[in-house]
């Protein structure tokens, strides 16, 4: 028996669900149809990674807390590693073109490249390109 490799889910709220559908669509994003309904999709990000996007009705009944109101607090930042400096300044400009809102300026490491925006329920995301090879070792 082969064992299976760690896969991790991350669970968000969000207000409406088919427009989160059409902004991460804009954004390359696929979806596996046999896990969305009207209350929840899941959002491939690769074969082991996965962000489910949960209807704020939904998501509270998993969860005895309060769901934070992302557009005045910060729960998480969601960061995504892309294979070029130019791919995250195409990642970004397509959130924001699609209607998200730029949460941060692009930051330049020298070795580590990022720029951050707000999605349409104003959850943090941050894509970065890491070039390892001017890392010192």
Known sequence: MTAQPNMLFVNLAVKDLDKSIEFFTALGFKFNPQFTNEDATCMIINEGAFLMLLTEKFFQGFTKKKIADSRTTTEAITSISVNSREEVDQFVKKALAAGGTESNEFMDEGFMYSWSFQD??????EVFYMDSSTINS
């Open 120 to 125: 349409l329920d104003g959850h943090l995301w």
